[in-house]
């Protein structure tokens, strides 16, 4: 992974973003269930994650869902659910234990599309994996698309603001996080997600940082 690219956020402005990191990648590792879950995104150490729970025992099956979104269009010449997969074979994942669902191109179709592959394996439970700052949309747009799906939440191992995905810039992920604080806040209006209850200090930190400039990742 790559060292951060010189784009000068501020000290003030990063602490400001890591009071949204901290709340969205907010989550208790689970216990076992039938499959994990990885939602495809730019960061291929959520397929890292993923493997690690079947090496432990934690789940039988991988499903890795994805195909382009805001921040991959000609990232993966295949989608992301192959580079994941990819990506799970060479660590040594089974081919028996993968599921790839290609066609995803947001939190919702993730869930959605994946839903009858994984129930037509006899998945009654999942870990739900992700980057750690899309594990709070995931965990608000599963009650919509599936709901009654016992689930659990696990992080890719990425720290903040640091050894970013190829490509991405420290300002990248703060307009990132600011955009998916604001489609927390509006997205269950449209019914596309359960509403989550949005604390504070990180309302005002969405609001101070858009003041600030980071709005080129605002829902329209």
Request: glycine share 8%.
């Amino acid at each position: 992974m790559s060292v951060p690219a010189s784009d000068s956020v501020p000290p003030a402005d990063l602490a400001l973003a890591r009071v949204l990191w901290d709340w969205q990648s907010s989550h208790e590792e689970p216990g076992p269930a039938d499959a994990a879950l990885g939602l495809g995104s730019y960061d291929v150490r959520v397929a890292d994650r993923c493997v690690e729970l079947f090496r432990e025992g934690r789940v039988r099956l991988v499903c890795f869902s994805g195909a382009s979104g805001n921040f991959t269009e000609g990232r993966f010449p295949r989608g992301e659910a192959h580079a994941f997969a990819e990506r799970a074979r060479a660590l040594g994942l089974p081919e028996e234990a993968l599921i790839i669902e290609p066609a995803a191109r947001n939190t919702a179709d993730n869930i959605r599309l994946a839903r009858p592959l994984l129930e037509a394996r006899g998945v009654r439970s999942i870990i739900l994996v992700a980057k750690p700052n899309m594990l709070a949309r995931g965990r608000a747009t599963l009650p919509v698309h599936w709901p009654g799906v016992r689930a659990g939440f696990s992080a890719a191992p990425v720290p903040f603001a640091r050894d970013l995905a190829p490509g991405r810039t420290v300002r990248d992920l703060v307009e990132e996080l600011v955009g998916d604080a604001e489609r927390l806040r509006i997205y269950p209006d449209r019914g596309w997600q359960a509403r989550v209850v949005i604390p504070d200090e990180a309302a005002e930190a969405v609001r101070e940082l858009i003041r600030r400039g980071y709005g080129g990742h605002l829902p329209r």
